[in-house]
């Protein structure tokens, strides 16, 4: 008898933007042409010396090292220290380069060994690849925000996400201390995806788990995941990193390794690039702090509410009516967003809004969101 597959579709739930085809041509239709706020992808340059570094590194023949160079882990390390105020991280035992974290989240999961009798908690409002990390593990998926509704069963990974995908939402000290008091209590590990940490806009700073104020230098069971694709724009190059406990650090690293999971060469040595040097992040920010302006005045001017919207790369709105009419409504005026019910059940009156477009991207749609003010 031939073994049968499970299909695809009976493992992972749909791909979420295969669901914006019709807006997405609706939008493209616009006298003006559409502007795209439905994802957040980096559309600014890549600075120079990031691009240099990764030239200058093309012509090496070898492979590269799975746990990257020294120079690489020890830029991670000053880079965290300097930029999130975390410290007593070890370079040698604590810090693993991953390709791209949208990868690396989609996996860990299963390389940490869960399976069918594990319990994966998601935020209630999540990025889609939570989800998808457990189903590839074939374990089971809860949406909660809180520790006290997991009751009596133990989960055997908590996904933490601050500053929040999709709702910009910034977790303070005292809540990520529970879940630090959790991981050592119940043995649960954390995965605290802080790929927006340093993207704060008002209100309480973001701060990262590893932030001795949270766990007092001690990592165990937690993991922090850390990108460079939005602060320093480097999405195509697929440059992250996990930071945190040892012991997670160096099995994840172990597996990586017999399953030939490396950054290549010269991706490292544009890592270090970037880490090295401050001033280029400093300048994007402050790009994205402008394009927020002016398209949060915009957005209220039309009569949306913003909810949180503190942190990250989105502007989290509603109209008070269901998300995919707001979809509709604003791919009318040649505007793409992104429906909050990608993001969990809780989404549905919400969209979300990317400040990831350029300059006159953004001041177009601030015009067209002008005319729905008038109902022009």
Not at 156 to 169: D, E, F, M, T, V
Not at 263 to 292: C, F, T, W
């Amino acid at each position: 008898m031939t073994a049968q597959r499970i299909p695809v579709g009976n493992r992972l739930p749909d791909f979420p933007w295969d669901s914006l085809a019709e807006a997405t041509k609706k939008a493209k239709s616009y006298p003006d042409g559409m502007v795209d706020l439905s994802v957040g992808t980096p559309i600014d340059p890549v600075a120079p010396t990031i691009q240099l570094a990764l030239a200058e590194s093309a012509a090496a023949p070898g492979y590269p090292q799975t746990k990257g160079t020294p120079r690489l882990r020890d830029a991670i390390v000053g880079a965290m220290e300097r930029r999130f105020g975390v410290t007593g991280v070890n370079a040698e035992r604590d810090v693993l380069p991953v390709i791209g974290t949208k990868e690396a989240i989609a996996w860990l999961p299963t390389l940490l060994g869960l399976g069918e009798n594990h319990t994966v908690v998601i935020p209630e409002l999540a990025y889609p690849t939570y989800e998808v990390s457990a189903k590839l593990a074939g374990a089971a998926v809860v949406r909660s925000d809180s520790i006290l509704k997991l009751g009596p069963d133990t989960p055997a990974l908590i996904y933490l996400n601050s500053p929040a995908n999709p709702h910009g939402q910034v977790l303070g000290v005292e809540h990520l201390k529970k879940y630090v008091q959790l991981a050592r209590e119940r043995g649960v590990i954390i995965i605290s995806d802080e790929c927006y940490l340093g993207l704060g806009w008002e209100g309480q700073p973001p701060v990262s788990i590893l932030d001795p104020e949270v766990c007092d230098g001690d990592f165990t069971n937690i993991i922090a995941v850390h990108s460079l694709s939005k602060t320093s724009n480097m999405a195509s190059y697929r440059a992250g990193w996990l930071a945190g406990d040892g012991a997670l650090i160096q099995e994840l690293l172990e597996i990586r390794r017999h399953a030939g999971l490396m950054n290549p060469g010269p991706i490292q040595s544009a890592m270090v690039a970037a880490l090295e040097e401050d001033g280029h992040e400093r300048l994007q920010k402050e790009l994205y702090r402008r394009r927020r302006e002016v398209l949060r005045s915009a957005l209220e001017q039309a009569g949306f509410t913003i909810e949180h919207s503190e942190a990250g790369l989105y502007l989290w709105a509603t109209e008070g009516r269901d998300g995919r009419e707001t979809v509709e409504r604003l791919a009318e005026r040649g505007i793409l967003c992104a429906p909050g019910d990608f993001y969990g059940p809780r989404g549905k009156n919400f969209v979300r809004i990317g400040l990831t477009a350029t300059d006159e991207a953004i001041e177009a749609a601030a015009k067209r969101l002008a005319q729905w003010e008038t109902g022009a």
